[in-house]
């Protein structure tokens, strides 16, 4: 534990460092804007800031794209609550008890109990990440090239599983994610594979490009087909913030830590992120919480649980992806993206290797959560100004961002083309309700699952069976296998109890009629 304080100690030392302070609050600034408006997502933003980490260091580059996680996490609840419109998918819950609490004249005090939750959510949540990480770190030194399949292999299993939807339409992502993952030379036996003769597709497919394209180009298409047309947006209150009392904040002390559980449980399974956690929080709110009966109603409670998981489930999303290089997320996924481009990969190894980047991304999580609730404080009636933008002025800077990223990659006219046609297919995904986040961990975790299946089938003889033989890899495997099914299971439960529920009505209209046409 001491060699962790230490750790740490060096990293808060990095953090106060002024370059490294300048990217923290550029990180916090951007994640706010990106939150506050709607329909530019928080993934979206961090991945049309990766491409401007090129010629960073690492440190600053990982403290940017981390602050702009924590934060993006936060700001979307001012417009949940001022506006009835949410900022990203997980401040729908928000809106349930937010939003009323602001109908009655009570904003200010909605905003308060939104930034106390994200402060709460936050800090508990960097304290496990901390508490947590070497120990699961010194579990995964032990791993052999199957069980970092089998890991892989349950992370994207998970990513589909939970994505919503159709599953025939996330594998269909996913698939289409591993054949450009396998694009290029194939690093264990040479052969080009799907080149076509083009040069610039040996070197295979950047995932920048295709991250920027679905995430960034294709939200800014399906604009283009509405006509950039978005209602203005009346606030029901002021913008500004008022804190509640300590005695009321002790009444909710249970919501405060059964939230932030939550939210780093959730965090750690792959692909789950900050939305699942707010919706299971608010969910676990309704079912044990003291005052669930009150629910919808404005109560503190309902705007405590959702904001907590998910500001919290930052630092859950975190752990499996600096123990093991398995994103928890999708934002994780671009973070991942930044070590990658810097020339780390996350894992075990890197506690070992570079313990002073790790450990300054965990700093970053506390000085960046207490800066983004000091921010959020003073400056929240500012940073809202950005609605008054013209949505045709927002989109055509996300264009210019996406454009320049893009180039920036492997300064190659022929990426930009590719950026195109992955803004195409990301708008196509949209329009036809295809989740794209399985596209892009394909193309991430794609290569780094081809690598360990050749070289486990190259270590044991071509023996498949070995990912379940071994124990850890056989239980990791047998969860895999078991998040793939039980969406299937569950649909068929949720079919066959539609079906008795039409058959028990038909049975109970059944006499009613047989009386009116004997009348």
């Known amino acids: 534990m001491d060699n962790v304080l230490q750790h740490l100690a060096v990293g808060f030392v990095h953090v106060f460092e002024p370059w490294n302070l300048v990217a923290l609050f550029v990180g916090l600034v951007m994640g706010l804007l990106v939150a506050v408006l709607p329909g530019l997502t ?19 580059a990982i403290i940017l ?37 602001a109908r009655k004249g009570q904003a200010a005090l909605a905003l308060g109990w939104t930034l106390t939750a994200a402060l709460v959510g936050g800090l508990v949540a960097a304290t496990f990440t901390v508490a947590a990480a070497q120990p699961i770190a010194r579990i995964a030194l032990t791993f052999s090239t199957p069980e970092y399949f089998a890991i892989l292999f349950f992370g994207l299993a998970s990513v589909v599983s939970l994505g919503g939807g159709s599953l025939t339409n996330a594998f269909i992502s996913l698939f289409i994610g591993l054949l450009i993952a396998s694009v290029g030379i194939d690093d264990t036996y040479g052969s080009e594979r799907f080149t076509f003769g083009v040069d610039i597709l040996r070197d295979g497919i950047d995932y920048l490009v295709v991250m920027v394209g679905a995430y960034g180009l294709g939200e800014v298409f399906a604009r283009m087909e509405t006509g950039f047309k978005s209602a203005p947006l009346q606030a029901v ?15 909710a002390k249970i919501t405060y830590l059964r939230g932030s559980l939550t939210g780093i449980v959730v965090g750690l399974v792959p692909g789950a992120g900050a939305t699942i956690a707010s919706f299971v929080s608010y969910g676990a709110e309704m079912q044990y919480g003291k005052k669930k009966d009150q629910l919808g109603t404005g109560i503190p409670e309902g705007i405590v649980a959702p904001q907590t998981a998910a500001t919290s489930s930052v630092g859950g999303a975190l752990i499996p992806l ?35 980047i790790v450990y300054a991304m965990f700093a970053s999580l506390f000085v960046g959560i207490v800066g983004m609730c000091l921010i959020g404080y003073f400056a929240a009636k500012a940073l809202v100004k950005v609605l008054d933008f013209p949505e045709a002025v927002v989109s055509a800077y996300v264009v210019m961002c996406c454009f320049l990223g893009a180039f920036a990659a492997r300064n190659n006219v022929t990426d930009l083309w ?21 596209l892009v961990l394909g193309v991430i975790l794609g290569p780094l699952a081809e690598t360990n299946f050749m070289t486990t089938m190259v270590s044991y003889n071509n023996d498949w069976t070995v990912f379940f033989t071994r124990p850890i890899s056989g239980t990791i495997m047998a969860l895999a296998i078991l998040a793939l099914v039980f969406p299937l299971i569950r649909t068929q439960l949720r079919k066959r109890k539609l079906t008795r529920a039409a058959e028990a009505g038909m049975m109970a209209r059944g006499p009613g009629r047989t009386k009116e046409i004997g009348s």
Do not use: C
């Open 65 to 101: 794209l981390t602050a702009m996680y924590v934060s993006g996490t936060y700001a979307g609840a001012w417009t949940s609550i001022l506006f009835r419109v949410p900022g990203e998918p997980m401040d729908v819950p928000l809106l349930w008890d937010g939003y009323t609490m």
């Open 237 to 251: 209150g002021s913008v500004k913030t008022r804190l509640p009392r300590l005695r009321d904040m002790w009444r």
């Open 418 to 438: 590719l950026l195109a046609g992955f803004g195409i297919l990301g708008y196509l995904f949209e329009r036809f309700r295809f989740p794209i986040t399985p």
């Open 322 to 356: 600096v123990t093991m290089g398995i994103p928890g997320s999708g934002a994780t996924a671009i973070i991942l993206g930044a070590f990658l481009l810097h020339g780390l990969q996350p894992g075990p190894q890197v506690f070992a290797n570079s313990p002073n």
């Open 42 to 60: 928080l993934v979206m933003g961090v991945v049309l800031a990766l491409p401007f980490t090129y010629s960073m260091d690492v440190i600053p």
